[in-house]
């Protein structure tokens, strides 16, 4: 029976192993031809070893283009980024707050609009943005891509933190009025320090969608001194009438090092909001 099981390991983890290996292999493909020569990223495409080592690409990528560097595109992604993450997380959970706890005309009707706007194609919504942001002179600014999280919050932001919430005992919130407790006081109080899991995993998400954005910077971000590190990775393509793939890549694997640091720390929590929050 021991021999049994232990053969069903070794096959499970030989199995887990080599797929694990096969979703990894883009990456490990992407980290080894940024240190390949032009002509050997497709020359010897599958090897993941440089017959070459060229640390110039990184240099080459660095510099940027014109007077428009790399760290300026990761100055403006990093800006852009946290303040979409810190707007996202308080708008999100005020409202999140309000369905889970609050009671008020119409929750229903408008809960069900919200879900309603989770399945809604941000295509349809873009031209409208656009006019409106055209027309209050906020085109080829940041306020585009930063006010918006901070105004109503995200749909599926919302209704993670929902679930959270409910999963947390009301009889927390009527000690608290109890002591005196204020209704912006319970949440401040009370929920938000409880929902640290589902806070974290809705930063992570935020993080990630807002640094890894390539639309909406290209629909509202023209000078390149403001442009963001997705369309400074597209301005390779254009470079000298064809594409410089070795500082491409090496610029793409500079580029994905905040998100694996970001998950590297938070994973913990990041498994522990997205469990807990269908929980009851």
Excluded at 16 to 39: D, E, H, N, R
Excluded at 170 to 182: F, P, V, W
Aim: glycine share 8%.
């Amino acid at each position: 029976m021991k021999k049994r099981t232990k053969t069903a390991d070794a096959i499970y983890y030989t199995f887990v192993i080599l797929f694990g290996f096969v979703m990894l292999y883009p990456i490990l493909w992407m980290v080894a031809s940024s240190l390949k020569p032009q002509t050997e990223i497709f020359g010897n495409a599958a090897s993941l070893w440089p017959g070459e080592f060229m640390w110039e690409n990184y240099a080459k990528g660095w510099e940027g283009f014109g007077r428009t560097g790399f760290d300026v595109y990761f100055s403006n992604s990093i800006f852009i980024t946290t303040l979409s993450v810190i707007g996202a997380i308080l708008s999100s959970s005020i409202v999140a707050y309000g369905f889970a706890r609050l009671q008020f005309r119409f929750k229903k009707i408008l809960f069900a609009c919200l879900l309603g706007t989770v399945m809604l194609p941000v295509q349809i919504t873009l031209i409208p943005q656009y006019i409106m942001f055209h027309n209050i002179g906020w085109v080829n600014t940041f306020y585009p891509l930063i006010v918006p999280a901070f105004l109503g919050g995200t749909p599926f932001f919302i209704f993670l933190l929902i679930q959270f919430i409910r999963g947390i005992p009301r009889e927390l919130d009527e000690a608290a009025i109890i002591d005196g407790c204020s209704t912006f006081g319970i949440f401040w109080r009370i929920i938000l320090p409880l929902i640290k899991p589902a806070l974290v995993t809705v930063a992570i998400f935020a993080f990630m969608w807002a640094w890894d954005d390539f639309l909406a910077p290209l629909i509202y971000l023209n000078s390149a001194d403001i442009q963001t590190v997705s369309l400074g990775l597209r301005n390779f393509m254009d470079a000298e009438g064809g594409t410089s793939w070795g500082p491409l890549l090496a610029m793409s694997t500079l580029s994905l090092l905040p998100q694996f640091i970001i998950f590297l720390f938070f994973q913990k929590h990041l498994v522990e909001g997205i469990a807990t929050t269908g929980l009851k």
